[in-house]
């Protein structure tokens, strides 16, 4: 089985080949630039050094977010369409999911990834391992970081939270939570494109044509439309 990973759900942009237990490759990057350009590159550069033909690939995963709409849209439409041009299983994994799979495996405790949302909110959710699997504790959501902050207290365990935006939220999580919280270092908040590759593994194939991200909210600009749309129609 050789997986191909893809994640261009925020800043960082992540390709991987996964091979049975073996990752091939990897290739990260973290910067403000366009990933519709870049994308497809990447992916031709590390099939290309690890040897690779499309026709070596048995399934193609993807980071379906939520994070940038924009990102999202990019990353699950090349999947789709690879996945259906090769005829191979498709399977989508929270982008948050992916933040926790790797700084979790070996901490005691919860692991809350987070993207930050803008006006005070974060994207976020609540996983913990257990018999060496990772498991949701809370689902993915959009939460006000204040409030998640004061519902993670109750919990009462170590808290390790990691993502690329966490600078803008470290300050207001110390206040609230203290000893509690616990902050991953500074070269784990990109998530790993091979952690993707390895969640995705034995997760059943979906619909490719039903195939959505997960944006957990909608844009701004369509929630707009849709309620401009919702007036006219009532009148």
Not at 40 to 53: F, H, R, W, Y
Not at 203 to 211: M, N
Request: glycine content about 8%; charged content about 20%; proline content about 4%.
């Amino acid at each position: 089985m050789t997986i191909l990973a893809i994640d261009t759900s925020n800043y960082a942009l992540g390709v991987a080949l996964l091979e049975d237990n073996q990752v091939l490759g990897e290739y990260i990057t973290n910067l403000k630039k366009n990933h519709s350009v870049r994308i497809m590159p990447a992916i031709q550069t590390l099939m290309k050094d690890c040897e690779k033909v499309p026709a070596d690939l048995t399934k193609i995963v993807v980071a379906k977010g939520p994070g940038s709409y924009t990102g999202v849209r990019i990353g699950v439409t090349i999947a789709k369409t690879l996945a259906w041009t090769l005829n191979i299983p498709l399977a989508g994994i929270s982008s948050l999911e992916i933040l926790a799979s790797g700084a979790g495996r070996y901490f005691d405790g919860y692991v809350s990834p987070l993207f930050d949302a803008r006006r005070g909110q974060v994207y976020t959710g609540l996983y913990q391992y257990h018999s060496g699997e990772l498991t949701p504790v809370k689902e993915d959501r959009l939460a006000m970081l204040s409030d998640w902050a004061d519902s993670l207290k109750e919990t009462g365990k170590s808290i390790l939270f990691i993502g690329n935006d966490l600078p803008l939220h470290q300050a207001a999580i110390e206040a609230a939570l203290g000893s509690q919280a616990v902050f991953a270092a500074a070269t784990e908040h990109n998530p790993r494109p091979a952690e993707l590759a390895l969640l995705g593994k034995d997760k059943a194939g979906e619909d490719i044509h039903s195939f959505v991200p997960n944006y957990i909210r909608l844009a701004e600009a369509e929630a707009k439309w849709l309620e401009a749309k919702g007036k006219i129609l009532n009148g």
